[in-house]
């Protein structure tokens, strides 16, 4: 797979997903289904939560393909 990275910003924060490290436990999905839909295009929908229940569910990723960042 690819080294891809894709980042989704909300002007707080910016969740960084890395699809070559995923693992695909869907501990995001069920976590905070309403932000992270892989149903959905694009799946992470950054504006469906605050932000630190973002940062919450992004520390579960269990791979490190989510990671998320502050911004100033």
């Known amino acids: 797979m690819e080294d ?3 980042k989704y910003e909300n002007g707080e924060i910016t969740v960084t997903w890395q ?7 869907g501990n995001c ?6 932000v992270f ?5 694009p799946w992470i929908n950054i504006h469906k939560a ?3 229940a973002i940062i919450d569910q992004v520390k579960r990723c ?3 393909a989510l990671s998320v960042t502050q911004n100033k």
């Open 50 to 52: 605050d932000s630190n």
């Open 19 to 25: 699809p070559h490290l995923c693992a695909h436990s």
């Open 4 to 6: 891809i990275t894709k």
């Open 62 to 64: 269990p791979s490190g």
């Open 37 to 41: 839909d892989n149903t959905a295009k």
């Open 29 to 34: 999905v069920r976590g905070l289904p309403a």
